[in-house]
């Protein structure tokens, strides 16, 4: 059985594999380390772009792929019929999290703003809003998005959930617009899927309510970038944004000079420590994998 990881360092990350289980580095960049239709499981570079998918026409006896990320959008449409794709769900959950909330307390609390004048050697105070007391909708109630909730209710925001199924404690997606009004922070963290593309477009966005902070810390086609622009231009919004459409933002583009926006270039789980995060399932996969189990976090309905 032959297995193509993505990263030298991952080798140490797998633990103990059978002994007929084969593991070759190739990253996505480099020549084929071997003949790639020998591969059974491939685990491709994290957070792989489009272009990265190219070597699955030449991998004919591939049969699962395990992904690094949580996203598995790029995947669903290419992945041929009878390879099982599976996600990293819940390995990025904690420092996903941390970007999402320290984005919200840095919009409401300004700390873009201070950041501009100390680099103009300006001391001016400025007075803020602040979360606290605030109300909160997550749009996305998986693990990330309960993870956001929880401690955003640890710093006193009355949260909100909405989620593609209703359950318990979770609004289903098609009362969104309607709770809009309500939120002074509405925060974007669900999958990219042909039924989320675009849900954040101009209409959306006009039941927010006024001085409504949204955050986006799962996918840029989620959210329609012209009407975001208008209305975080006219300030009536503000947004803080881990990922954009186009992405990478291009250096003119007019999403970077609004005072109301906070960017940061998809840096939520650029953190130390995302390697061994991001190889935690690989191993365990790979011995259900050699051993006829079923694997975990199976990709399905395009999540």
């Given at each position: 059985m032959k297995v193509w990881i993505a990263h030298e360092a991952g080798r140490a990350l797998l633990g103990p594999l059978p002994a007929d289980v084969e593991v070759e580095v190739?990253?996505?960049?480099?020549?084929y380390p071997s003949d790639p239709a020998a591969v059974d499981f491939w685990v491709p570079p994290f957070l792989a772009q489009s272009k990265v998918t190219t070597p699955l026409r030449d991998m004919t006896s591939l049969k699962a792929i395990q992904l690094l990320s949580a996203g598995a959008e790029v995947w669903v449409p290419v992945v041929p019929p009878g390879v099982t794709l599976c996600d990293a769900r819940g390995v990025h959950t904690g420092v996903t999290a941390e970007w999402t909330v320290g984005a919200v307390i840095a919009s409401m609390r300004g700390f873009d703003l201070f950041a501009r004048q100390q680099t103009r050697h300006e001391w001016r105070v400025e007075w803020t809003t602040t979360a606290v007391g605030k109300r909160a909708l997550i749009v996305g109630a998986g693990d990330i998005g309960e993870k956001v909730a929880e401690v955003l209710t640890v710093l006193g925001v009355?949260?909100?959930?909405?989620?593609?199924r209703e359950r318990p404690g979770v609004h289903p997606?098609?009362?969104?617009?309607?709770?809009l009004p309500e939120f002074d922070i509405v925060v974007l963290i669900l999958p990219l899927t042909d039924a989320t593309r675009g849900?954040?477009?101009a209409k959306f966005l006009s039941r927010m309510k006024d001085g409504a902070l949204l955050v986006n810390a799962a996918r840029g086609p989620i959210v329609d970038t012209d009407a975001l622009v208008a209305e975080v231009a006219s300030g009536r919004l503000r947004c803080a944004l881990d990922v954009v459409d186009p992405e990478p933002l291009p250096a003119g583009h007019p999403l970077w000079d609004l005072e109301?926006?906070?960017i940061t270039p998809h840096a939520g789980a650029s953190v130390d420590g995302t390697l061994d995060r991001a190889y935690a399932p690989v191993g365990p996969q790979i011995r259900r994998f050699a051993a006829g189990q079923p694997l975990e976090n199976?990709?399905?309905?395009?999540?």
């Open positions: 190739y990253d996505g960049k480099s020549d009355e949260v909100e959930k909405v989620a593609r997606i098609a009362a969104v617009e309607t709770l849900l954040v477009d109301g926006a906070l199976v990709v399905a309905d395009g999540y």
